[in-house]
């Protein structure tokens, strides 16, 4: 998998307001990295800089040796099969079932009228159905997407993009929409997923203590800046007043860690419930 690079990355708005100020970030292969801070910080502009569905005014975006910011509408397309992206509002097509929001992953595979008639490949409709049985969603593949709770279209999505077979995973706020335990089975089954792919992820995440149980490495956005790089252990009450302003963090932690369950499986299975 190639190393995402980022370099003095820039978005100004037409308004003038300034969204991410000259952030430079390199995130090798493999890594699950969080990114964090208060609303308007510019996490998602960034990730959407990224895969270049915000156009960033100035600076690069490179992923292993091909600078994505530098390429014309045709390659674009092409390179954007490399990134799968998870998003918060899922994204699904309400009429379609789950099997075919699944397989609208390969649509940048496959021809016109092909993608226009559902017609895909053998190969891609049995890794669609792998791909949901590793997500739980097995039993579902003919259910439509309107009939599923939010948990489970979260599972679609992932599902989705996995099967871009994607070198960069983008996943803007995953768990906004959903309960505490459904969060975390559903951040447990990206990080599970990156690391038997050796997938790179950047994850936009307003929970920090998701982000610091799942992630390897934590960035705090504040106002287009980097205030914060590092191991979620560095996650200080000060480190954390720096990036969101002043707030009793050690009681919030307390607080935060009473509402969790003191041990779970490795391993999330299938809660038909959600």
């Not at 190639?2 to 100004?12: A, E, M, V, Y």
């Amino acid at each position: 998998m190639p190393t995402l690079s980022i370099n003095d990355l820039t978005k100004r708005y037409a308004t003038g307001d300034l969204a991410i100020d000259q952030v430079s970030l390199v995130i090798p292969e493999g890594q699950v990295m969080a990114l964090i801070g208060p609303s308007g910080a510019g996490k998602s502009t960034l990730i959407r800089c990224v895969n270049r569905l915000v156009e960033p005014t100035s600076g690069d975006v490179l992923l292993g040796d091909q600078n994505i910011t530098k390429l014309g509408a045709r390659k674009l397309r092409r390179a954007r099969r490399h990134i799968g992206m998870i998003f918060q509002e899922y994204a699904l097509v309400e009429r379609l079932t789950v099997m075919e929001n699944v397989l609208s992953g390969r649509l940048g595979y496959v021809g016109f009228w092909a993608s226009w008639l559902r017609r895909f490949p053998k190969q891609d409709i049995s890794d669609a159905f792998t791909l949901l049985d590793r997500v739980g969603l097995a039993d579902m593949v003919d259910k439509r997407a309107d009939e599923l709770s939010g948990g489970q279209r979260q599972r679609v999505g992932i599902a989705r993009a996995l099967i871009q077979n994607p070198d960069l995973l983008l996943v803007d706020e995953p768990t906004a929409s959903l309960d505490p335990k459904t969060s975390r089975q559903i951040m447990r089954l990206i990080t599970e997923l990156c690391r038997e792919r050796n997938l790179t992820a950047v994850v936009n995440i307003h929970d920090v203590p998701l982000a610091k149980l799942f992630a390897e490495r934590v960035v705090g956005l504040q106002a287009g800046q980097i205030v914060f790089d590092g191991s979620p252990e560095g996650l200080s009450p000060d480190v954390l007043t720096r990036i969101y302003g002043e707030e009793d963090w050690l009681a919030t932690a307390e607080t935060g860690n009473a509402d969790m369950p003191e041990s779970e499986p490795g391993v999330v299975e299938a809660d038909r419930s959600l």
